[in-house]
């Protein structure tokens, strides 16, 4: 179980996270959900150690707690666009990630077989299709063995079949123990995976529940449709990308 208790952050003398609260279950898919400029990005990037929360702690079962620097460590992270050196190939790459690392690659051979990735492996990373990119980026990110994931709009340059192989990866790892925590602005897809979603507005934690009783069982759409109601409940939107 993973508990973020009371995460602050201040970025330019505004409040961005007003003390965020959140429980994640070992073995489940937690999924983040909220409009641009909600906090989504910057909450991520606390945990990960992009940035650093004015206030805040992240304690695990197994743990009395420990800081967001080693939280960091201990997670295994996907950003939405990573960004890659783009005169090393593929391969050079994934060394280097290795080089990193404390644990080796344990599924790193498997994860180039199903995702395909031995075809480009010698090609430069500058010279790679948007979904090949993200390909590698599955690879970084799940190849190790970890215990809690971050992905933060994963499926955004997959095709269809490789993002439902993607979503196999990810309850497959939930199956055998893990923990996800999942960003997305695809409501469908969230419906189809998370076992909880947690609706983050300017920075609050509004609502968290299970998919059913936050999207309601007749909202299908994208997130511009679920919180154009909620603009007067919850506040005025802050367009920013944080």
Known sequence: ???????????????????????????????????????????????????????????????????????????????????????????????????????????????????????????????LSGGMKQKVNILQCFMFPKKFFIVDEPTASLDPFVANVFKNLLREKRDSGCSILFSSHILPEVREIADRVALIIEGKIQAENSMSEILGEGNSGDLQNLFRGNVHTYGKQDKRNL
């Open 1 to 127: 179980m993973i508990l973020i208790k009371n995460l602050k952050k201040t970025i330019g003398g505004t409040e961005i996270l007003s003390g965020i609260n959140l429980e994640i279950d070992k073995g489940s898919i937690f999924s983040l959900i909220g409009p641009n400029g909600s906090g989504k990005t910057t909450l991520i990037k606390c945990l990960v150690g992009l940035s650093f929360p004015d206030q805040g702690s992240v304690i695990r079962l197994d743990a009395e707690g420990i800081s967001f620097s080693e939280f960091g460590k201990f997670a295994g992270y996907m950003p939405q666009t990573p960004n890659f050196p783009a005169g090393l190939t593929v391969g050079e790459f994934l060394d280097m990630v290795t080089g990193l690392e404390e644990n080796e690659p344990e599924y790193k051979e498997s994860l180039l077989d199903i995702f395909e990735v031995g075809q480009f492996i010698s090609r430069p990373l500058g010279k």
